[in-house]
């Protein structure tokens, strides 16, 4: 047989979602034949409610997945006649999205250490997309500073992307009611260990939630089907599993990440649930190579500046173990 592949390379969560949620997937199976509420209205007061911060059901979007969130947002709020700024080293989706739409743009190079340069992305700009805590570096900028970037940009929208804040210290959702121009990205893909079943969502002035849903009903009515609409919201009801979860993943990406530093690796701080980090004297595309070899894919980006970068994703404790285990047999 076939071993299995340790899968350190998308940064899923490596333990299963709650039962609860599970349950309430199945219940929700019976009425398939029923096209689900294209308002997402039950999932999204459950959001609201789960982030208080004075926010109602009104200040929420909710979408396929927060690629899509974001998708839809670049097309709302940016304009091909404004240029654009995210950081040079981020999530890849963002230039994507960029040219797909014809949104011009500039990208703002991250500090030698790879934090965010907060002066060169507060100059003035057609809008701002960040993710905090950042991918692939996995460090977070602290809220002030996300405040001065968020104020530096009146009138503008700046998305906000936090796929990764659960795994960090703090969200800006606490922001929105002071600034309107700021959106907020989430997901269920990580935190809350549901990247099969595709639930993002956006946070933000009910200004910018209602251009969003225009925006969504001009291409598709129905984007969170009736599953994953019931699945979400159970999530947001098992919040005590899904803390003990989070714990688990920060105690072993902090194991992980002295094991590694004694290896010779070099990385970042991180406050996500994977490490970026780089060896001393083995070049990335070879470590990838031999792991890969061994049963256990990383991630690899080509962009000149980290390309002798692996990003590896926290799995369990034992899929940690493995990996530092086979490392340490392939640097010798």
């Not at 390379?9 to 299963?16: L, S």
């Not at 700024?85 to 999205?97: A, E, G, K, Q, R």
Request: with cysteine; proline share 7%.
């Amino acid at each position: 047989a076939a071993r299995r592949l340790i899968k350190l390379n998308t940064n899923e969560n490596p333990y299963p979602p709650a039962p609860a949620v599970l349950e309430a997937i199945a219940a929700a199976a019976g009425d398939l034949r029923l096209y689900p509420d294209p308002g997402c209205a039950a999932l999204r007061e459950a959001i609201a409610r789960r982030h208080g911060c004075g926010l109602t059901g009104q200040n929420v979007f909710v979408g396929n997945g927060s690629d899509e969130v974001l998708a839809f947002s670049f097309l709302a709020f940016f304009d091909p006649g404004s240029p654009i700024v995210f950081p040079d080293i981020t999530y890849s989706f963002y230039p994507v999205f960029a040219k797909l739409f014809s949104i011009p743009y500039r990208t703002v190079p991250l500090n030698p250490d790879f934090t965010l340069d907060v002066h060169g992305m507060s100059s003035p700009s057609g809008g701002v997309v960040f993710a905090n805590p950042n991918a692939p570096t996995a460090i977070e900028l602290p809220l002030p500073q996300v405040r001065r970037i968020v104020a530096a940009h009146p009138g503008k929208v700046v998305l906000l992307d936090e796929a990764y804040i659960e795994f960090g210290n703090e969200s800006a959702v606490r922001l929105i009611k002071e600034y309107p121009n700021l959106l907020v990205v989430k997901t269920f893909s990580k935190s809350h260990a549901l990247a099969g079943l595709r639930v993002g969502y956006a946070l933000g002035d009910e200004g910018l939630i209602k251009t969003l849903n225009d925006v969504k009903d001009s291409f598709n009515s129905y984007p969170v089907d009736r599953l994953a609409q019931a699945g979400a919201a159970a999530a947001l009801c098992e919040e005590a599993y899904y803390k003990k979860t989070i714990e688990a993943i920060r105690k072993t990406r902090d194991q992980s990440a002295a094991a590694l530093r004694a290896m010779g690796f070099m990385m970042p701080d991180s406050n996500a649930n994977f490490l970026f980090m780089q060896h001393e004297r083995v070049h990335a595309i070879e470590l990838m190579r031999r792991l890969r070899e061994r049963g256990i894919v990383v991630r690899r980006f080509t962009l000149e500046r980290i390309e002798n970068r692996l990003r590896v994703t926290v799995g369990t404790e034992e899929q940690m173990g493995a990996l530092i285990s086979e490392l340490k047999k392939i640097l010798g």
